[in-house]
């Protein structure tokens, strides 16, 4: 485990934007996972894996339009950890702990601040509000990563949350497969397997097809095999993923792997990670070629999560160029056109 800016020179001729990277308030600590760095070229100072957890000096600078809470989670939580911005779900911060920190953490707000995994009292209260909101029919468990928590500590949260609502779908949104696919026993989703009411969804991210290796497909594996579906969230990352090419390797290769790619998220605009955003006209491009080139099943959504909490929405491009009478003419995706005509009513 790599924990020092310190640790990191003497595994790696660092840059100089590298070297000058100083912890802050708006930053995160440097933790990297054996088994992540070891995927890294260390003669390649543009390696896309090193990108995402080895720490630069642009962390520390701010665009001016950045804040440190861009989808105003702090305005929709109920108490510290308990997030409620989409009327039939919530997000619960089970920890601040992650196994790896990831340069371009969304919730640095939170994320690596030594808080530590949720209380007893804590996950009363979490346990009282969905009670008491019967709206509420999907649970995100997040961070940090939910699975730093212990296995028993991981039991008994998810025996809470089934006690007051057993009908409630739970998300189990974790890194862990990418960065430190060991932590994936038997007795882990042995846990899961003894719940025998509503499903679990393994929310996973893999940004870059070398992060596919046999040991994160197996990981992932555990959880399909145990009749939960895996389905992948990609951040798009600037000189990490932003080409068609690496994204159609990926997103296929998460289709081999029996994992859905299910969203492919623009960068939020969150203190210090300007460096790591592609541009909107950029993406859109990407998502054009995407389309060509991927089927539906392996077609991941490509999406914004607004400022100020606006939520999540589709990027792309229409393909309805206009409507005459009952004729509606499209695009097709190679640039042609034709005629969808409606019913005569």
Not at 272 to 294: D, H, M, N, Q, Y
Request: hydrophobic share 35%.
């Amino acid at each position: 485990m790599i924990t020092s800016l310190e640790q990191l020179q003497k595994k790696l001729n660092l840059t100089e934007e590298e070297k000058a990277w100083k912890e802050s308030p708006q930053s995160l600590p440097v933790l990297i996972t054996d088994y992540f760095f070891n995927l890294i070229d260390p003669s390649d100072p543009s390696d896309p894996l090193r990108k995402q957890c080895v720490p630069t000096c642009f962390e520390n600078m701010s665009d001016g339009l950045e804040t440190p809470d861009p989808l105003a989670e702090v305005s929709h939580s109920n108490g510290e950890r308990l997030i409620h911005r989409y009327t039939n779900r919530v997000a619960l911060l089970t920890t601040d702990i992650c196994a790896q920190y990831c340069r371009h953490c969304f919730r640095r707000r939170f994320t690596g601040n030594m808080q530590g995994p949720i209380s007893d009292l804590e996950i009363s209260q979490a346990c009282s509000y969905i009670s008491e909101h019967p709206e509420i029919r999907e649970i995100l468990l997040t961070g940090g990563d939910v699975l730093t928590l212990s296995d028993s500590r991981l039991s008994h949260l998810i025996s809470s949350l089934r006690e007051v609502s057993p009908s409630l779908v739970i998300r189990i949104c974790t890194r862990m497969a990418a960065v430190k696919p060991d932590r994936i026993t038997d007795n882990l989703i042995n846990i899961f397997k003894s719940f025998k009411t509503a499903p679990f969804y393994l929310m996973t991210q893999f940004n870059h097809p070398r992060e596919l290796t046999p040991e994160a497909v197996a990981a992932v594996s555990r959880f399909v095999d145990a009749g939960i579906p895996a389905m992948n969230q990609t951040v798009l990352l600037r000189g990490v993923n932003d080409s068609a090419d690496t994204l159609e390797e990926l997103c296929n290769g998460l289709i081999s792997a029996r994992i859905k790619p299910y969203y492919l998220f623009q960068g939020d605009l969150v203190t210090g990670t300007s460096c790591f955003r592609v541009p909107l006209a950029k993406g859109l491009e990407i998502e054009k070629e995407l389309r060509k080139r991927l089927s539906g099943l392996a077609m991941p959504v490509y999406a914004a999560d607004l400022p100020e909490g606006g939520g999540k929405v589709p990027l792309c491009g229409s393909y309805i160029e206009r409507k005459e009478g009952n004729n509606w003419i499209f695009r097709t995706l190679d640039g042609s056109y034709r005629i969808y005509t409606d019913p005569q009513l």
